[in-house]
């Protein structure tokens, strides 16, 4: 028999384990809205977490014995609840670890002409250890590497690389979006634009392979996050993705997307952007490589992305070492394999005509978004 000691702690685990249950239901179902407002998006990011607290209920519950008959009805079905959404949280991972077929395969190529190795970097603008992040870029010694959040004194402090990396696209900002793009290689009519945001730049150029014959477009983002001191919704990040997406879907050549793209492989915005240009994530069937955030690790999650076309295969791809950012680097080196092109096409996940739709109406959701942010801010300056 319990005695009222042991009936309150009983009822306040039954109170917390409901609790947990209700909040990582809601959890699940809320990115199911195709809303953009901030507080809805946020919930497409931690998905292995809300996995660890369904599953941490699922026991708590079974202990607590809410599948007994006589727990009712609402209690079995609640735990079932719990179980349908802890599969489907499941189902939406794994394809990003090692447990799914990859869809960019391996190299088999031998010699160095057609590699082609990238650093994505998100310095955190008001991080000041700019020793570590240099040495962890000289350490990686990548062809290309794209630092983001960097102002003039980021700047300065990564202008060493220009040594080795004499070819440049640069645009230091004192927004936090500012970017640094070094290259080894030639690069060919690089371009700094600004697609949705006006304070937003990212990079447009094509990178000239080792072998001196094979041109590879790239474009180096970092758009926005849905977040209530950036964005209040993720209208325009999705806009930007979106349009750089159909930009590569008219075209049919190497192509490489880069960046910290403030949103998540697994979210709906990363997966019509892969239909919408026919990329692959190199990421499926490796693991979630997670970038974010650097600081805490039971709050981490891939926000630092890589796309490639067909062409190309993976030679090696890593998470770098802490550089005093919220951020990891990513690392990532590609083998071009045109030969293997058809079949590695096989993994594409093709758009339909409610897919370009879509792509239209979020392209030009984040335009008018902009011009309506624009005008705002010219009124309150006046």
Known sequence: MFNSYDSGWLMLAQGLVLLLAVASLVATLLPLIRQTVWWIRIFDFPRLQIV????????????????????????PALLASVALAALYQAYRIVPYTPL????????????????????????????????????????????????????????????????????????PLDNTYGLLFFSRLPLDGCEIKYLIDDDVPSVHTRVQLPNGRTWVRVYGLHPKPPAPAEAETSTRRDAELLLVGRQIEQRDEPTIVFGDMNDVAWSHTSELFRRISGLLDPRVGRGLLPTFHAEYRLLR??????????????????????????????????????????????????????DEQEAVEKIREGRQEEVEEEAREAVERR
């Open 52 to 75: 660890g607290v369904l599953l941490a209920v699922l026991v708590a519950g079974w202990l607590l014995g809410w599948h007994h008959p006589a727990a009712g009805y609402w209690l």
């Open 100 to 171: 799914a077929g990859k869809h960019v395969g391996d190299s088999t190529r031998t010699d160095g002409g057609g590699h082609l190795s990238l650093v994505m970097m998100n310095v955190l603008q008001y991080n000041k250890q700019s020793d570590k992040a240099l040495r962890v870029l000289q350490q990686a010694d990548a062809d290309i590497i794209m630092a983001v959040e960097t102002d003039e004194w980021w700047h300065q402090q990564l202008k060493p690389m220009e040594k080795t990396h004499p070819y440049t696209c640069h645009e």
């Open 301 to 354: 999650w891939p926000l630092d992305h890589v796309f490639v076309s067909p062409h190309f295969k993976v030679d090696d791809m890593e998470r770098l070492p802490y550089v005093g950012s919220d951020h990891f680097p990513i690392y990532i080196k590609l083998s071009f394999e045109p030969q293997d092109k058809a079949e590695q096409e096989e993994s594409l996940e093709e758009a339909d005509a409610a």
